[in-house]
């Protein structure tokens, strides 16, 4: 064989390190800042408008960081107006509408339900690293904590598909 069992191990070597690089592309990067608890005007600073910070976008009350996917959600991109804020209903909805940019999801349709799961499943958990919570999730209206927040209880969540 010509080049000999040194050659073999370099290209199974090089192999390795292309698959393993393959393998991160498509994964989100790991948490480098412990998740946190985002107030609306917290997350309101992640809109997309200012060129080196992070595009924050939350759904379900979970905070994405959307930053890798700049095209769609950085200034001016077709989905900006959808981040820096929680837009569960507009996700749920397809809509862009600013009065469907909410976290209620009151008199939504069980399709438009059944929308919002699956693309908080497919694209944004897929896609992108959970970066913390918005604080509606786990305060009461008076901004004190809630003792009783379980995220297990929540409408249309599900805490062991979050990690």
Known sequence: M???PGRSLAVA???LALLRAQE???KPAP???PVRLFTEAELARYDGQEENQ???LAVKGVVFDVTSGKEFYGKGAPYNALVGRDSTRGIAKMSLDPVDL????????EEELQSLDETFSTVYKAKYPIVGYTARR???EDGSANPNFRP??????NIKDEF
């Open 54 to 56: 992070p595009i924050y």
């Open 152 to 157: 297990e209880d929540q409408p249309h969540f």
């Open 31 to 33: 948490r480098d800042r």
């Open 13 to 15: 070597l090089l192999a």
């Open 102 to 109: 909410t976290h209620d999801t009151m008199g939504l349709t």
């Open 138 to 140: 786990v305060l009461n």
């Open 2 to 4: 010509a080049g000999g």
């Open 24 to 26: 991160l592309r498509f």
